[in-house]
């Protein structure tokens, strides 16, 4: 079926004058012949597609401007390597001889990693949503050769799939109605693009919208923010509305789950603030309500579908919401905060003093900090990769890869691989059935068909009273089964690929996490807890020495050059360079790393990448001059991108919404206040008081969904609370009790001059 965005389209387009075809300063016939480009992409991702008959081509000046020459609209496909549904896509369709066909003779067909390009993501995502109720992955777009938006969808399926109305709805359907659209109505087509181009400069301009203010937008003082310690209140009541007091986790009902570890961590902190912001946000009783649903949540999550019970480490989402369908690739990223927020669960609800191996979530955090070092996730130049995917080859030898296949098992693989006894006492654990765990209505084609997805369904104790044996003897039977079952999928499976692309901000994530666990995991014994330190620093090492690179296209100071940070390394420094949330990011794993080793070098080097941050993405409210415009409003906080682009009608994105994760703008006036409280630095805590000003009326107004920027406010009306150590040799028990202490308010480590 003809989608209905395209419909109204076609309706809109009706009666208009024949195209006049756009100006072209190059004609086509001097254009060098088309070829597909994706091999001399560093993209994992993008390289796959080099052996398709698709003439991919990079998002670069030149495509755009053989798009003009041509007079062809372009195509835009937007994945990621990890993504089941985007494997699909391109074994089905860009291997298909008549889409590929289509697509080179009628448009400009460019191919994008979501994973290398977020802002790119981002922007589209949010523009398939306006125009279509639409977002996810793989993503279809297509645009004018202006690169001016007027179609997008999500997963479409291979050519001759039909709807339940028995219409085509397939991607070769949709590319040559936009073809149609095009050649007929061209003009028309170019005029509602441009109104759509401009609906999406206002959509992504959140913190830029109060124009007008710009030149006002410098703030001095916590008295200058609009937004209030009330706002948490009210963040936490709103976040209550979309709790799932029987799962846990948020949203509607029916709406797939994400784990979302920044407001699982804006709730857990809430309890480690000081009386001042507890009495003002409802007192121990509303505390108490935001923790407890953010534990159920952590809870309901470490037993569900959703974590991979044999290797560890959690999956993306879930498409029910129990957290037992999940979709089964494993994000780095997504690991690496799940990390530190499991720890901060763990250090919070401990009983008494001493932290024990058997508290709730112990085993979590050590599993997941294991996983973060183990081969399969940290390089041996130490730097750590982006994802594993959802698919894979069961056995060695196989020609077609499938979902999930890594982590399902068999009935019969339990009892062939553990021996009767101990199977019936792990399969009863892991909730393993003889026909599959997986319901029928959520199975249609039979994909798992006596296949389980393991989930924790009976606890230690139920095992004990039903087998009439110790509880400790339970606990010996679970992990040995859990071993040998880890040997026998390593040993009998294929490990699915990976996205081996050494992303700077992802690694900034992981360095937080694994230097924040290392002082819990030495309280327990636990064998790798001083790996952690190691692995962290060999992978800040990594990123300083192959991402932190000179800039040839500017001067920096004392006539040298400025130094910039590549967005991620594969096989040598890609060529696109990092975004802001990469140098937040890496600023704040930097930050606790030299808060785990008192290294001076991380704290030196946290700084220079802030200064590179604040030079090249803040908008700045001294540096406008003139009227203010959408690329640099004045405002105050970061920009997702420079101001410097391939195309003007590519939007500047400036956000403080937390999709899943914290938000840049968030995490950069959190490193600001850190910085500024260190160096004594008034100019960071200006600029961190200046980001949260610019998002004053989306804090107010929808503050639950930018609950990481205000967790900010508790900081900018109570300042951080510093940690001093006053000579070296208490700087390791000061050090050690810190690292044991849940994150709360901010706080940083100072050393007493």
């Not at 060098?32 to 670069?60: C, F, G, I």
């Not at 645009?143 to 179609?151: A, G, I, V, Y």
């Not at 709730?267 to 505390?287: A, H, K, S, Y």
Request: aromatic residues 8%.
């Amino acid at each position: 079926m003809m989608s209905a965005q395209l419909q109204q389209q076609q309706s809109a387009a009706d009666g208009a004058a024949p195209p006049a075809l756009g100006n072209q300063s190059l004609g086509s016939d001097e254009l060098p012949p088309v070829r597909n480009r994706a091999s001399e992409s560093k993209s994992p991702y993008v390289s796959l597609h080099a052996d398709t008959p698709v003439a991919w081509q990079p998002m670069s000046e030149e495509t755009l401007a053989r798009a003009k020459a041509e007079n062809k609209p372009i195509y835009m496909h937007i994945g990621f390597l990890a993504d089941h549904l985007c494997h699909i896509t391109t074994r089905d369709i860009f291997h298909n001889p008549t889409v590929a066909a289509f697509l080179n003779e009628h448009f400009v067909p460019i191919i994008v990693d979501r994973e290398e390009r977020p802002d790119l993501d981002a922007i589209y995502q949010n523009y398939s949503v306006a125009v279509n109720s639409i977002s996810g992955w793989p993503l279809h777009l297509f645009f004018t050769p202006d690169l001016e938006p007027f179609f997008a969808n999500a997963y479409l399926p291979a050519p001759g799939t039909v709807g339940e109305d028995g219409e085509a709805c397939d991607l070769l359907t949709i590319l040559q109605s936009n073809h149609r659209l095009w050649v007929e109505k061209e003009q028309k087509c170019r005029e509602e693009a441009a109104k759509e181009l401009e609906g999406l400069e206002k959509f992504v301009q959140e913190g830029a919208l109060p124009l007008a203010r710009a030149p006002n937008a410098t703030a001095t003082s916590d008295s200058d923010i609009e937004v209030d310690l009330d706002h948490v209140e009210l963040a936490v009541s709103r976040i209550a509305k979309l709790f799932d007091p029987v799962h846990g986790g948020f949203g509607q009902p029916g709406e797939p789950k994400f784990p979302n570890p920044a407001r699982l961590s804006f709730l857990l902190r809430l309890r480690e603030c000081p009386d001042t912001v507890r009495d003002v946000i409802g007192g121990d009783e509303d505390v108490e309500r935001a923790t407890k649903m953010a534990l159920q949540t952590l809870s309901k999550m470490k037993n569900s579908g959703l974590r991979d019970h044999i290797g560890e480490g959690f999956m993306r989402m879930s498409s029910t919401s129990d957290w037992n369908m999940p979709h089964f690739e494993k994000m780095v990223g997504d690991n690496a905060l799940l990390l530190g927020v499991y720890l901060d669960a763990w250090l919070g609800n401990r009983k008494g003093t001493q932290l024990t191996n058997q508290d709730e979530f112990a085993d979590v955090v050590l599993g997941l900090a294991d996983y973060l070092i183990s081969p399969a996730i940290q390089q041996e130049n130490g730097g750590f990769i982006s994802s594993e995917a959802a698919y894979s080859y069961y056995r060695k030898g196989e020609q077609h890869m499938t979902n999930g296949t890594f982590y399902l098992w068999t009935h019969r693989e339990f009892d062939e691989v553990l021996g009767p006894e101990a199977s019936n006492i792990a399969a009863a654990y892991w909730n393993v059935q003889e026909d599959g765990n997986v319901p029928q209505e959520r199975d249609p084609s039979d994909e798992f068909l006596n296949q389980n997805i393991l989930s924790a369904g009976n606890g230690v104790h139920e095992l004990s009273t039903q087998h009439g044996l110790p509880v400790e003897e339970i606990h010996r039977i679970i992990a040995s089964s859990k071993k040998k079952l880890l040997a026998h999928r390593d040993k009998e499976r294929v490990r699915p690929p990976r996205d081996t692309k050494i992303i700077a901000g992802v690694n900034g994530m992981v360095i937080s996490a694994l230097s924040r666990s290392q002082a819990a995991a030495e309280a327990v014994g636990h064998s790798k807890s001083a790996e952690y330190i190691k692995r962290a620093e060999k992978a800040a090492q990594f990123i300083f020495d192959s991402l932190w690179l000179n800039d040839i296209n500017t001067e920096g100071p004392n006539g040298g050059q400025h130094k910039v940070l590549h967005r991620y390394w594969n096989n040598g420094p890609s060529e696109t360079l990092a975004f802001a949330d990469d140098y937040a990011f890496l600023i704040e794993g930097l930050l606790d790393l030299y808060e785990a080793t008192l290294s001076k070098r991380w704290l030196n080097w946290a700084q220079d990448l802030q200064e590179a941050q604040n030079r090249l993405f803040y908008d700045s409210p001294s540096a406008v001059n003139g009227t203010p415009s959408r690329r640099a409003a004045g405002s105050g906080g970061f920009y997702s991108t420079e101001l410097q682009t391939i195309s003007s009608n590519i939007p500047r994105l400036k956000s403080a919404m937390d999709i899943l994760i914290p938000s840049v703008n968030a995490v950069s006036a959190s490193n600001l206040y850190r910085l500024g409280s260190i160096f004594a630095e008034q100019r960071y805590k200006q600029i961190a008081l200046e980001t949260i000003k610019a998002f004053d009326p989306e804090l107010m107004e929808h503050h639950w969904i930018h609950q990481s920027l205000l967790a900010n406010v508790i900081t900018a009306k109570l300042g951080v609370e510093e940690v001093r150590i006053e000579n070296q040799d208490l700087a390791q028990s000061q050090l050690a009790e810190l690292r044991l202490r849940a994150r709360g308010r901010a706080r940083v480590l100072v050393e007493a001059k």
